[in-house]
């Protein structure tokens, strides 16, 4: 392994790391004024203009907290559940392409880390570690409501694993690779030859199964609100919360990516023009996850298991059959 | 309607109606058909619309509270204000104490005194806010429209004793010969034309 190529991936790490944690910021100031704005309120606006500081005072109350550990907690599984949330969330970033390849004073970027063979693979795996987050550090809390929390949120993940997987299976079999790169690349010719339109199915799925993955509105059932507490974070305070926000903030722009790559065409044949539609596609899928919380009830969590087991796994196993057998005659 | 029904019909107005309810499907076909229907019924597409709506349309209800404040009624009951008669600009109260005897919550205290003019003059005023609970007896039954509430609702400070010395609560002497001293219009203020209402006393019995 050359230094080059050494300095070069470090360089996207940082990049990436710094571009999400402000977007991630950025995402809970838009989320307060979007979510306002649907409800006939301003949201932020006293710190700086329209409230954009508001992230910059967000930020430094939650690293200027007291770091909390409560009695009785299982004190380094408790310590260490936050950054497995935060971690994976961003490790999940490392196979994304979020941007065509482009060259500057003549050297050519590829914006993706590590461009693997299994990069679609590789992400739902770490997305799907990142449950691990959620689920140790409600059950390290000496809290019932957050093991209660806890057991909830493992059950809706490991679910909707099934889902991701089998409505991913039918699109993957269709481009013959797990890169996201080829995703892209089979998808170049134009807006007709997106997924979208041969895997409609598999599309609307995976859109659901994203809000389950990240705990977004219709499924918000991770930290309960009905139950007036923040679910598995209850007991935690500080940075140490906020790295649980981070994570689930990354996660959603993340997925956002993998929807508009797998299913939306991507950046397509690479130009300038592909990449900003690259930006409009994941805007709208994270606008789409903040209306849907201005607009939808929270269902219950056995109406979820209901709608995962019932109706949204047969659909994927059909569309999965369904598809090979259009492959095969 | 016989003269006893109509006082038996409960209903506020006659477009009262049952809502249509379906019963619940009991069998599996049925419950299928139910979650398909409801499914393809689009109804999640109104909720976004719907919000989408009120996005664009950017109807916002804020009142941006330092900043803006709502108009109050003239007859809110906030903190208390001592009047000073129009014409001479002297005190209205007359320490007659009916405020003190009548607060039911006990937090009124003042002390009177003859003074070298052998008028009753008042020497302390003082209201405990801690204890007032801003029912308007004190302004309903002062004779002289001396004690009244006023607007002032933003009684957050170290002490709220800070709110009622007396000579915060009177009114002072320029803007009262600004011609800026408010009448309270709420208990026992006097009504509007008023002085066309006034009789004579009859004198002769």
Redesign the interface.
Same mark, same amino acid.
């Given at each position: 392994m050359d230094m080059a190529y050494l300095i070069e991936t470090v360089v996207k790490i940082v990049v990436i790391m710094l571009i999400f944690s402000a977007l991630a910021g950025l995402g809970t100031y838009f989320e307060r004024k979007?979510l306002?704005? $649907?409800?006939?309120?301003?949201g932020p $606006?006293s710190v700086g203009p329209y409230g954009l500081l508001q992230v910059a005072a967000d930020g430094i109350k939650l690293f200027t907290k007291e770091d909390i550990i409560p009695q009785n907690v299982v004190a380094p599984i408790f310590k260490f559940a936050p950054v497995i949330t935060a971690a994976t969330a961003f490790m999940a970033a490392a196979a994304i392409p979020f941007w065509p390849q482009f060259t500057v004073f003549g050297y050519t970027v590829h914006p993706i880390v590590a461009d693997t063979e299994i990069g679609l693979l590789y992400v739902l795996a770490v997305m799907a570690i990142g449950l691990y987050g959620l689920l140790l550090g409600g059950m390290a809390s000496a809290n019932k409501f957050s093991l209660i929390s806890a057991a909830r949120t493992g059950a809706i993940f490991i679910s909707y694993e099934v889902v991701t997987g089998l409505s991913l299976l039918a699109p993957i079999m269709i481009v013959g690779s797990l890169s996201l790169v080829d995703f892209n690349n089979y998808q170049a010719g134009g807006v007709s030859h997106w997924l979208v339109w041969t895997q409609p199915v598999a599309f609307i799925l995976f859109w659901i199964a994203a809000f389950a993955e990240t705990g977004r509105t219709p499924f918000h059932l991770i930290a309960n609100d009905h139950e007036i507490i923040d679910g598995f974070g209850t007991e935690y305070s500080g940075m140490r919360w906020g790295l649980f926000f981070i994570g689930e903030y990354a996660n959603m722009f993340f997925i956002s990516f993998v929807i508009a790559l797998v299913f939306l065409g991507g950046f397509g044949d690479g130009g300038l023009g592909g990449a900003l539609a690259l930006i409009a596609k994941v805007s709208f899928f994270f606008f789409f996850f903040l209306?849907?919380r201005?607009?939808?009830p929270d269902v219950r969590p056995d109406q979820l298991m209901w709608l995962c087991w019932k109706?949204l796994m047969p659909l994927a196993v059909v569309n999965v059959v369904v598809t090979g057998l259009v492959m095969m005659f | 309607m016989s003269n006893i029904e109509q006082f038996k019909n409960r209903n506020v107005s006659e477009e009262y109606f049952l809502v249509d309810i379906e019963d619940y499907p009991t069998d599996g076909w049925g419950k299928f058909k139910r979650?398909v229907k409801r499914t393809f019924q689009g109804e999640?597409f109104v909720?976004?619309w719907?919000?989408?709506r009120?996005?664009i349309k950017?109807?916002?209800?804020?009142v941006?509270y330092p900043k803006e404040k709502m108009p109050i009624g003239p007859r809110y009951r906030a903190v208390h204000e001592m009047k000073r008669l129009w014409e001479s600009g002297t005190e209205r109260c007359i320490g007659c104490g009916l405020c003190e005897k009548i607060c039911i919550s006990d937090c009124i205290r003042m002390e009177t005194k003859i003074d070298e003019n052998s008028r009753k003059e008042v020497s302390e005023y003082s209201i405990n806010l801690g204890r007032c609970i801003f029912c308007g007896y004190c302004a309903e039954v002062c004779p002289e429209l001396a004690i009244t509430h006023g607007g002032r609702y933003e009684n957050a400070s170290e002490q709220r004793a800070h709110f009622v010395m007396y000579e915060d609560m009177l009114t002072p002497i320029d803007m009262l010969k600004a011609g800026q001293q408010q009448e309270f219009e709420g208990f026992g203020a006097i009504t509007p034309h008023e002085d066309e209402r006034v009789k004579k006393t009859p004198l002769a019995y």
């Open positions: 979007v306002a704005f $649907m409800q006939r309120r301003l $606006m209306w849907t201005a607009a939808w109706v | 979650v999640l909720g976004l719907v919000v989408l009120e996005m950017f109807d916002i209800h804020t941006q």
